[in-house]
C-alpha cells in the first residue's frame, strides 16, 4: 500500500515540475514532512544535500526518500514514478512544440514560464535553507555562498565546503 502511495504521489509530482525537482521542493518537503512525517525536516535536508552532492541528476532525492520509506523497493517506485510520467509527456508536448513552432503563443508561453519556474526555484531553496523556522545564521551562510558565486571564479564545490565549515562553526 505505501509504495502505491509513494508511486502515486511521485508521478503526479513528476508531471508538475517544471525547471528541475528543485522547484517542487516546497511541496515535496511539506507532504513528506508535514503531512506523512515519512522524515523529518532535518533529515529531508540532509538527504536534499546527499543527492545533490552525488554526481548525477538531482532527481536523486526521489530516490533518496523512496529508499527511506519502503527500502530497496521504494527506490525504485520513486525515481520511476517521477520520472517515467513527466517523460512522455515531455515527449507528447515537444513533438506539439516543434510542430507550433511558428504560433505567436509560443514565445508567450516561454515568456511566462520562465518567472514561473525561477519562482519555484527560489522557494525550493527557501525550503531548504530553513529546515526549522528562519534562521538567520542559515540566511547568513546562503549569502555568502551565492556571493562567493557571484563575486570569483571558485568551483561551487569549495563554497559549498566552506558552506559546511560554517554551519559547523555558527550552528
Given at each position: 500500500?505505501?509504495?502505491?502511495?509513494?508511486?502515486?504521489?511521485?508521478?503526479?509530482?513528476?508531471?508538475?515540475?517544471?525547471?528541475?525537482?528543485?522547484?517542487?521542493?516546497?511541496?515535496?518537503?511539506?507532504?513528506?514532512?508535514?503531512?506523512?512525517?515519512?522524515?523529518?525536516?532535518?533529515?529531508?535536508m540532509?538527504?536534499?544535500?546527499?543527492?545533490?552532492?552525488?554526481?548525477?541528476?538531482?532527481?536523486?532525492?526521489?530516490?533518496?526518500?523512496?529508499?527511506?520509506?519502503?527500502?530497496?523497493?521504494?527506490?525504485?517506485?520513486?525515481?520511476?514514478?517521477?520520472?517515467?510520467?513527466?517523460?512522455?509527456?515531455?515527449?507528447?508536448?515537444?513533438?506539439?512544440?516543434?510542430?507550433?513552432?511558428?504560433s505567436?503563443?509560443?514565445?508567450?508561453?516561454?515568456?511566462?514560464?520562465?518567472?514561473?519556474?525561477?519562482?519555484?526555484?527560489?522557494?525550493?531553496?527557501?525550503?531548504?535553507?530553513?529546515?526549522?523556522?528562519?534562521?538567520?545564521?542559515?540566511?547568513?551562510?546562503?549569502l555568502?555562498?551565492?556571493?562567493?558565486?557571484?563575486?570569483?571564479?571558485?568551483?561551487p564545490?569549495?563554497?559549498?565546503?566552506?558552506?559546511?565549515?560554517?554551519?559547523?562553526?555558527?550552528?
Open positions: 500500500m505505501i509504495l502505491l502511495e509513494l508511486g502515486l504521489y511521485f508521478a503526479l509530482l513528476g508531471l508538475l515540475t517544471f525547471g528541475g525537482v528543485s522547484s517542487v521542493m516546497p511541496e515535496m518537503q511539506r507532504y513528506i514532512v508535514d503531512v506523512k512525517g515519512w522524515t523529518t525536516a532535518t533529515d529531508f540532509q538527504l536534499f544535500a546527499v543527492a545533490q552532492a552525488a554526481p548525477g541528476p538531482n532527481v536523486l532525492i526521489t530516490s533518496l526518500i523512496g529508499y527511506r520509506v519502503a527500502g530497496f523497493a521504494g527506490s525504485l517506485v520513486a525515481l520511476f514514478a517521477m520520472c517515467l510520467p513527466a517523460a512522455a509527456l515531455a515527449w507528447v508536448v515537444s513533438s506539439l512544440w516543434e510542430r507550433f513552432r511558428h505567436p503563443w509560443r514565445s508567450v508561453i516561454q515568456r511566462a514560464l520562465a518567472p514561473l519556474v525561477v519562482g519555484l526555484i527560489f522557494a525550493g531553496g527557501y525550503i531548504i535553507a530553513t529546515p526549522h523556522s528562519p534562521d538567520w545564521r542559515l540566511w547568513l551562510i546562503a555568502a555562498t551565492a556571493a562567493g558565486m557571484l563575486a570569483t571564479r571558485l568551483n564545490l569549495w563554497l559549498l565546503a566552506g558552506g559546511a565549515v560554517l554551519g559547523a562553526v555558527l550552528l
